[in-house]
C-alpha cells in the first residue's frame, strides 16, 4: 500500500513503535480488523468492541503472516513488531485520510437520508465505462467502514465513490475529513436519525457538513427538487449543480415511463445533450438517482453514450431493491434498512407489480418522539397507494396497521407482533403468484423473511 511504512504509521497514528528498526521503511501489504482475513505482510488493527476485545487475537495473527500490528496498551514481552497507540478507532481514521492523499484520486462522497446506496450505485455504474472505479460496499458507511472501504483502494484505482452515513452531529465532519471529497452529492433530507438531529432542518445541518473538508475547487450535486437542499445556493464559492424533475434544474428528467417491475424510462436534459434511457430499477426515486449520476459523470467528463450505458447496466444488490424470482413468488428484497420516506416510495413501486401485490412492513427506528405519526402516515400510504395486502411487523408498526385499517376498512391488513411469529405464520399469509415488498429497519432482520419467502 503505496506509503504505508511501519515508519509513516507510526507517524500518523502518533504511535510509539516496539520491534526491529530494520523492517520500519517495509510497506503493509493490506490493513483488517478482521483477525480471519489476514494476509502475508498485513497490518491488523484491534477494535475494542462491545462484545470482543480484538487484542486477544494479535498473537494469532502475528503467527499467520502480520508485518505489524497496532495495540492500544504495551505487550509485554512480545517477539513480534507492533505500535502502540492510543485508540485503535482514531488510528484507523487518521491512516485512510493519509493513505488516500497519498493516491490522489477523485473521490464522489455521497450522503442524504434516502437513496445513498442506489445512488452510489448508479454513479459508480456510470464512472465505471471509463474509469478503474472502486466503491463502498454493503454498510460500510460509517466512521470505522469508510477507512476500510478507502484501505481497499489500490494505486490502479482512478475514481473512489464513497457513501458517508451519520446519525448525529459532527459525524460528516469526521467522514469528510477522511474522504476529503472532491464531488459531493446529496440526495435528499427526510426525516431520519430524528432522535438526534431533530428535524429536517437539523438534518440538512448534519449532511451539508460534507463540504466543510471538501475540494475547494470541486463540484457540489444536490436535488433540486428537494426543498431543503435548494435552498443551498453555494458554499465557499462552488455553485451547485442541481439536479431533479423540473425542466429549470442543471440537469433534469421528463418523458417518464413506469416499465413496471423492470425498470423506468425516462429521457434526460443534460446541458445540451438530450438522450432517452432506461434505468432497470423501478421507482421514481431512480430517475433522480440515474440523475445524480448523469450530473457526476458530465463532471468527470463522460460522454453521453457512457452514461447512458452506464445507467443501463446497473446491477441491483441484496437488501436494496433486489427483484428475486423464485418458482410462486416475485420477491422484492429491500430489507436492508427503511424511514417513511423510502418505505412510501418502495410502496408506490410495488404497485406496479403484477399478481397479488403484498407488503411486508417492519419497525423503523430512530425516529424520534414523532415515531408513532411516522409510522401511522406510512399505515395510511399503504392503504392509498393501490396495492392488495400489508403485513405490518413489530411493536412501532402495530400503529401502522391500525392507521392502515382506518384509512380503508377494505384494505387487507394484517399484524404480527414480531418477526419470529410472522416467520410461524408466514406460508399462510402469501400466495402463488405474489409480489412481495419485504422492507423494515435493519434491526428488524427481515433478510430472514427473504430467505423464507426464497425457500418455500
Do not use: W
Request: proline share 2%.
Amino acid at each position: 500500500m503505496k506509503n504505508l511504512t511501519i515508519k509513516n504509521l507510526t507517524e500518523v497514528c502518533s504511535g510509539i513503535y516496539h520491534g526491529p528498526e530494520n523492517i520500519m521503511d517495509r510497506e503493509v501489504s493490506s490493513i483488517t480488523t478482521d483477525s480471519r482475513k489476514i494476509e502475508k505482510d498485513s497490518l491488523f488493527v484491534p477494535i475494542v468492541g462491545e462484545r470482543v476485545d480484538a487484542h486477544r487475537f494479535i498473537e494469532d495473527v502475528m503467527s499467520k503472516g502480520a508485518l505489524v500490528t497496532l495495540s492500544e496498551r504495551e505487550l509485554k514481552n512480545a517477539d513480534f513488531p507492533y505500535i502502540q497507540i492510543n485508540s485503535s478507532l482514531q488510528a484507523v481514521k487518521d491512516i485512510a485520510e493519509f493513505y488516500l492523499k497519498q493516491l490522489q484520486i477523485p473521490v464522489v462522497g455521497i450522503t442524504g437520508s434516502v437513496g445513498k446506496t442506489s445512488t452510489k450505485e448508479v454513479i459508480a455504474s456510470v464512472l465505471k465505462e471509463k474509469y478503474r472505479t472502486l466503491k463502498t460496499q454493503g454498510n460500510f458507511n460509517n466512521e470505522l467502514g469508510l477507512p476500510l472501504t478507502v484501505f481497499r483502494l489500490r494505486e490502479e484505482d482512478q475514481i473512489a465513490v464513497l457513501e458517508m452515513g451519520i446519525s448525529d452531529f459532527g459525524e460528516m465532519s469526521r467522514l469528510t475529513k477522511i474522504a476529503r471529497p472532491d464531488t459531493c452529492v446529496i440526495t435528499n433530507i427526510g426525516t431520519c436519525h430524528l432522535e438526534n438531529l431533530g428535524d429536517r432542518d437539523g438534518v440538512l445541518k448534519a449532511k451539508t457538513e460534507i463540504f466543510k473538508c471538501m475540494n475547494p475547487e470541486g463540484h457540489i450535486v444536490l436535488n433540486g427538487d428537494d426543498d431543503k437542499l435548494a435552498s443551498v445556493s453555494e458554499y465557499n464559492g462552488i455553485k451547485p449543480v442541481f439536479f431533479g424533475l423540473d425542466e429549470n434544474r442543471d440537469v433534469y428528467a421528463d418523458h417518464i415511463e413506469s416499465k413496471g417491475l423492470k425498470g423506468v424510462a425516462c429521457r434526460i436534459h443534460l446541458e445540451e445533450a438530450v438522450f432517452d434511457v432506461l434505468v432497470p430499477t423501478p421507482g421514481i426515486h431512480m430517475v433522480y438517482n440515474a440523475l445524480a449520476a448523469a450530473a457526476v459523470g458530465r463532471i468527470y467528463g463522460l460522454t453521453t453514450e457512457e452514461i447512458k450505458k452506464g445507467i443501463e447496466s446497473l446491477e441491483t444488490i441484496r437488501g436494496r431493491f433486489k427483484m428475486i424470482e423464485t418458482d410462486k413468488f416475485l420477491v422484492v428484497d429491500d430489507c436492508y434498512n427503511a424511514n417513511p420516506m423510502s418505505m412510501k416510495a418502495s410502496l408506490d413501486v410495488l404497485h406496479d407489480g403484477e399478481g397479488r401485490r403484498v407488503a411486508i412492513l417492519g419497525d423503523m427506528g430512530e425516529l424520534g418522539e414523532n415515531e408513532i405519526a411516522l409510522h401511522e402516515e406510512v399505515g395510511i400510504h399503504a392503504a392509498q397507494c393501490g396495492i392488495d395486502a400489508c403485513i405490518c411487523v413489530g411493536e412501532l408498526s402495530v400503529h401502522m396497521a391500525e392507521a392502515a385499517r382506518k384509512a380503508d376498512q377494505d384494505f387487507e391488513v394484517i399484524y404480527e407482533e414480531s418477526r419470529e411469529a410472522l416467520l410461524e405464520h408466514l406460508k399462510d399469509l402469501v400466495q402463488k403468484g405474489d409480489t412481495i415488498l419485504v422492507k423494515a429497519s435493519h434491526f428488524m432482520k427481515f433478510e430472514e423473511v427473504v430467505e423464507a419467502l426464497e425457500k418455500m
